[in-house]
């Protein structure tokens, strides 16, 4: 009999939004070998490089992305799948410089201005249903 996935924690919890971490997944019914899991998901969007370790461990490479608390789902090969549990977040953006530093305000109507932002965690990567905004001056 194939055991239901159960998850108990992840490590680290938290990373960049540009993904490509590899993640420690713990609980039970985690599989016994390669094979034994069809998948893993974080808010709805599948790990690469699902690796099992032991019915207790499984290693997955992390998607980017954007949010905060995101359910982590474990599917075994029967498709049996765990309990959404929210135990990840990718780190909320950083911003460290702008360039310019300063502009005057333009009138209405006037073409917009670039500008370019250096920081942590500004939806760098392939994050396709990402729509950053930046509000500048409130």
Known sequence: MVREPF??????SVVST?????????????G???GDIMGVTIGGRSCS???VVSG??????VPPGVGSQL??????AIGQASQSVPLFSYAPPIVASVDPPYFLTAPRGSPPIDVALDGSSLCSGNVSDAKPE?????
């Open 7 to 12: 998850v108990s924690g992840l490590s680290p």
């Open 18 to 30: 540009a993904g490509g971490v590899v993640v420690s997944v713990q609980g039970l019914g985690l």
């Open 32 to 34: 016994g070998r390669d």
């Open 49 to 51: 490089e699902v690796q």
């Open 56 to 61: 207790q461990l499984l290693r997955c490479r």
């Open 71 to 76: 359910g982590v789902v474990v599917i075994n």
């Open 134 to 138: 930046v509000y500048v001056g409130g």
